[in-house]
C-alpha cells in the first residue's frame, strides 16, 4: 500500500467518523424531540377538552316554602335551604315519570352538586328573587360532561355503575330539546378547588403561585445580586471566599425538599409564621432560587470586560461607581434571564412546600401573602391523586397552564437577553 | 451591605407580624384516606354557612396527630384526620403539650380491596393464601425460609397458574399499614412455626408477620392509587392494593378479588363481612372550640345525616357509613365535644 493510498484511505474514515458524529447528535436531537411531542401531545390531548364544560338550561320556580318558609330572609337560613329539593322541582317538572325515591335520586344526579350553589348564589345576591320562575343555566354533572365529550362511553358507565339506562333516556331527551349543551369553562379560570371535577378551578392556585413567587423574587433577586456584587467586585480572594464560593456551588444542586426542611424549622418552628402561607412558601423558595441567581449574577458580572472597569477607574470613578454605573447595567440582562430561569424552577416545584403546609385543599383564593394559599403544581398533584375519573382531563389542563406559564417566562428571559446583550 | 442589613429587617418585621396573626379559618391536617372525605365536608361547610372554607392539609395520619398534638394555638391545627385509631402513645404526648381534651368522632369505614382488572377472572383468596403469596419469608415443611412461591398454583391448587405480582402502596402509605395488620399480621399466627416465634424471639416473629416480598412478586407502586388502576387495565395478570373508593370509581375497568368468602361490596363493608376494612376517624381540639370560629358548626355538618347517611354525599365520594343506630350515638357525643379517654 503506497502512502498516498493510504492517507486518502485515513481521510476517508476521518470523513465518515464525522458523518457518523453528525448523525448521532441529530438522532439525539430527534429523539428528545419526538419525546417532548409525545409529552405535549397527550397532555393536549388529555387537556384540552377540560376547557369546555357542560351546561344545563332549567325553568326553576324558587319556591319561597322551601327557601324561605317563615319569610324572614334571614341570611344564615338562606345560606342552609334545600337548594337540592328546587333543582330537582325543576327536573321533574321535565320529566314527571320519576316518581320513587331512588329514581328521584337518579334524576337529580344529572345536574352537578354546584346547581344548588348557582341557585344559592342567586338568592344570597338579590333575595327578592325568591318566589320567582327564572332560566338558569347550571352545570351538569361530571358522567354527562364526560359522556357528551366522549371521554366516557354508555357501556363505560353502565358497567362502572355510573348511569342506568333511565338517566341516558333523560340525558337523550334534554340534548334533543337542546337544554344540554357544551360552553366555555370559564369556571375552571375563576373557581378555587373543589371536590366536583366538574366545579373544580385554578384560580385559588394561581393567585397562590403568584403571591409566592413575588416574596421569592422581592426576597431572592436583592438578596443574590447583592451577594454576587459582593463576591465578585469587592470581596478578597482568601480561604473564605473559596469556601463560599464552593458552598454556594453546592447549594445550588441540594435535593429542594431539604429547603422544605429547614424553612419548616426556621421559619415555621423558630419563627413563628403561619403554617401553608404564601410568604412561608415564598421564602423556602427564595433560598433554593439564590444559589441560582448569586451564579448566573456572578458570571453576568465577569463577562464585562475588564477595560470598561479600567476605564472608569481611569476617569476617577470610586469602586461603587465603577460597579453601579458600569458593570452592573451591563450585566443587568444576565441576572434577569438567570433570575427568571431561577424563578421558573421554582414556580414547578412542590416538595419543598410539602413540609410548610402548602399541599392542602385551598377553595378561597388567598387574600394576602399571610392567608392558606397553595401553589399550580400542588394543584395537579392533588387532582392527580383524586378518584374521580373526570379529574383526569382537569390534571393536564392545569398542566397545560403551568407550561404556559413557564414558556412566557423563558420567552421573557429570551427576550431580554435579545434586546439588551451587549457583545464585545 | 445596606440591602442586606435591609431586607434581614424586613424579614424579622414580617416574621413578628406572623406571631400576632389570628386565625378566623380553621385548620384541619391528617390522612390521604379520609382527605377526599373531608374535603367534601370542607367545601359543602363553606358553602352553606357564613364560616370561611376550612383549609386541609394532606400530611397522612402520623404526621398530622404529630401536628395536632404540638400544643393549643393558633399556630396548631383544630382537627386531625385519621385512617386509624390514636394510639395512647400519641394521647400522652398530646397532653405533654398541653392538649389534654380531645373529641374522638369516628365517621366510618374504608375497604381495602384487591383488585385485578376485568378482562381476568375474578380471585377467590382467603387471607392466609395472601400471605404466603406476599410475606417476604413464609414457613414451609416446619422451617421458615425465603418465600419461594412464584406462581398463585403454587400456593393453592384452585387459583390460577399466573405469575405473583401484585401492586400496592409504599411504606409511607396509611393503606399500607392497615392492610399489614389487618391481613398479614392477621394471619401470621396461623402458621404453627410463625406463632411459636412469637414466645422465643418477638422482634422476630414481629418481622417475620409484617415483611412484604422485595423480591419483585409485590411492587411498591406509590401513592398515588390512580396509577395502580391503570397499570392492572395494562397488565390483567397483576393484582393491585388500594382504597375502596378508587374501586368504586373505577368498576367499568377492575374488579375486587374475594377475600375470606367475601367481595368488597358497599353492604359487606358496611356490615363488617368483608374482613379487610378499617375505621376512619377525626380528632377535635376542645380548647379551639370557641376560640376558632365554626368549629362546631363543622361538626354538625360532619355529622349530619345528609353529611355521612347511608345516602349523604360521603356515601357517594365512597365512604362507608357506620350503621344507623351507632351514628345517632356518634353524632351526639360529638356535637356533645365528649372529651376520650382512653
Not at chain 1, 421558573?344 to 377553595?363: C, D, K, N, S, Y
Amino acid at each position: 500500500m503506497t502512502r498516498a493510498e493510504d492517507t486518502a484511505r485515513r481521510l476517508k474514515r476521518r470523513h465518515r467518523a464525522e458523518k457518523r458524529f453528525r448523525l448521532y447528535g441529530i438522532g439525539a436531537v430527534t429523539s428528545a424531540l419526538v419525546v417532548l411531542a409525545l409529552l405535549l401531545g397527550t397532555i393536549i390531548v388529555n387537556g384540552s377538552s377540560a376547557f369546555t364544560t357542560t351546561e344545563m338550561r332549567l325553568t326553576v320556580f324558587l319556591d319561597p316554602a322551601v327557601i324561605d318558609p317563615d319569610a324572614k330572609k334571614n341570611r344564615d337560613d338562606l345560606l342552609q335551604a334545600d337548594y337540592g329539593a328546587i333543582v330537582l322541582a325543576a327536573l321533574q317538572k321535565r320529566f314527571p315519570e320519576a316518581t320513587g325515591r331512588s329514581e328521584r335520586l337518579q334524576l337529580l344526579k344529572l345536574a352537578s352538586p354546584g346547581a344548588r350553589d348557582v341557585l344559592r348564589d342567586m338568592v344570597m345576591a338579590d333575595p327578592a328573587v325568591i318566589g320567582k320562575t327564572v332560566e338558569v343555566s347550571v352545570p351538569a354533572s361530571d358522567n354527562i360532561d364526560l359522556l357528551r365529550k366522549g371521554k366516557m362511553t354508555k357501556a363505560q358507565a353502565v358497567s362502572g355503575g355510573k348511569m342506568n339506562e333511565r338517566q341516558f333516556a333523560w340525558y337523550d331527551k334534554l340534548a334533543a330539546d337542546g337544554l344540554v349543551r357544551g360552553t366555555f369553562n370559564t369556571r375552571f379560570f375563576t373557581a378555587g378547588a373543589s371536590r366536583e371535577p366538574e366545579l373544580a378551578g385554578i384560580w385559588s392556585a394561581v393567585v397562590g403561585s403568584f403571591m409566592t413567587l413575588a416574596v421569592t423574587l422581592v426576597v431572592a433577586f436583592p438578596l443574590g445580586v447583592a451577594a454576587a456584587i459582593y463576591l465578585q467586585e469587592f470581596a478578597p480572594k482568601n480561604r473564605w471566599t473559596d469556601m463560599i464560593e464552593v458552598n454556594i456551588n453546592n447549594l445550588a444542586a441540594v435535593p429542594s425538599i431539604v429547603f422544605g426542611l429547614l424553612g419548616l424549622a426556621v421559619f415555621l418552628n423558630y419563627m413563628g409564621l403561619p403554617r401553608s402561607a404564601p410568604l412561608v412558601g415564598g421564602l423556602v423558595l427564595a433560598l433554593m432560587t439564590l444559589p441560582t441567581i448569586i451564579i448566573a449574577a456572578r458570571s453576568a458580572m465577569q463577562a464585562v470586560p475588564p477595560s470598561i472597569r479600567d476605564a472608569a477607574v481611569g476617569l476617577g470613578a470610586s469602586p461603587l461607581q465603577v460597579v453601579a454605573h458600569h458593570v452592573l447595567p451591563l450585566a443587568m440582562p444576565g441576572i434577569l434571564t438567570g433570575s427568571i430561569i431561577g424563578m421558573a424552577r421554582a414556580l414547578g416545584e412542590t416538595a419543598p412546600l410539602l413540609m410548610i403546609g402548602m399541599v392542602a385543599f385551598i377553595v378561597d383564593a388567598p387574600t394576602s401573602p399571610m392567608s392558606p394559599a397553595t401553589v399550580l403544581p400542588v394543584q395537579v398533584y392533588l387532582w392527580a391523586d383524586s378518584p374521580e375519573r373526570a379529574f383526569a382531563e382537569k390534571t393536564a389542563a392545569a398542566v397545560l397552564v403551568l407550561l404556559a406559564f413557564l414558556i412566557v417566562m423563558n420567552g421573557l428571559a429570551i427576550y431580554l437577553r435579545r434586546k439588551f446583550e451587549r457583545r464585545w | 451591605m445596606t440591602r442586606n442589613t435591609l431586607a434581614l429587617a424586613a424579614m424579622a418585621a414580617i416574621a413578628f407580624a406572623g406571631a400576632a396573626h389570628a386565625r378566623d379559618q380553621i385548620h384541619i391536617v391528617g390522612s390521604s384516606t379520609v382527605f377526599p372525605f373531608a374535603t367534601k365536608v370542607v367545601e359543602e361547610f363553606g358553602k352553606t354557612t357564613k364560616y370561611k372554607t376550612p383549609v386541609i392539609e394532606s400530611t397522612g395520619s402520623g404526621g398530622g396527630i404529630k401536628l395536632f398534638c404540638s400544643g393549643v394555638g393558633v399556630n396548631t391545627p383544630d382537627i386531625a384526620n385519621a385512617s386509624r385509631r390514636i394510639k395512647a402513645s400519641e394521647v400522652r404526648a398530646c397532653a405533654k403539650n398541653g392538649v389534654s381534651a380531645i373529641t374522638e368522632v369516628k365517621i366510618g369505614f374504608d375497604g381495602i380491596v384487591l383488585a385485578n382488572s376485568k378482562k381476568a377472572p375474578t380471585y377467590n383468596l382467603s387471607r392466609k393464601q395472601i400471605f404466603l403469596a406476599l410475606a417476604k419469608e413464609v414457613p414451609v415443611n416446619g422451617k421458615i425460609v425465603k418465600n419461594p412461591y412464584k406462581s398463585w398454583k403454587q400456593i393453592d391448587a384452585s387459583l390460577p397458574d399466573t405469575k405473583i405480582e401484585v401492586l400496592g402502596p409504599p411504606p409511607t402509605s396509611g393503606t399500607r399499614d392497615a392492610f399489614v395488620e389487618l391481613v398479614m399480621e392477621h394471619s401470621a399466627d396461623e402458621f404453627p412455626e410463625i406463632k411459636a416465634l412469637k414466645a422465643s424471639d418477638k422482634n422476630r416473629h414481629k418481622q417475620v408477620a409484617s415483611a412484604l416480598r422485595e423480591d419483585g412478586a409485590f411492587i411498591e407502586a406509590g401513592e398515588n392509587d390512580n396509577l395502580i388502576v391503570q397499570k392492572l387495565e395494562a397488565n390483567p395478570a397483576a393484582l393491585g392494593i388500594f382504597g375502596f373508593s378508587y374501586l368504586d370509581q373505577n368498576k367499568d375497568k377492575v374488579h375486587g378479588s374475594i377475600v375470606e368468602g367475601q367481595s368488597p361490596t358497599f353492604e359487606a363493608i358496611a356490615d363488617g363481612k368483608y374482613p379487610v376494612s378499617r375505621s376512619l376517624y377525626f380528632y377535635v381540639k376542645n380548647a379551639h372550640v370557641g376560640k376558632i370560629p365554626g368549629i362546631d358548626a363543622y361538626i354538625r355538618e360532619f355529622t349530619a345525616e345528609k353529611a355521612w347517611g347511608d345516602t349523604g354525599y360521603l356515601a357517594e365520594k365512597g365512604l362507608i357509613p357506620l350503621p344507623a343506630t351507632e351514628r345517632r350515638g356518634a353524632a351526639k357525643a360529638a356535637q356533645g365535644l365528649k372529651p376520650l379517654r382512653m
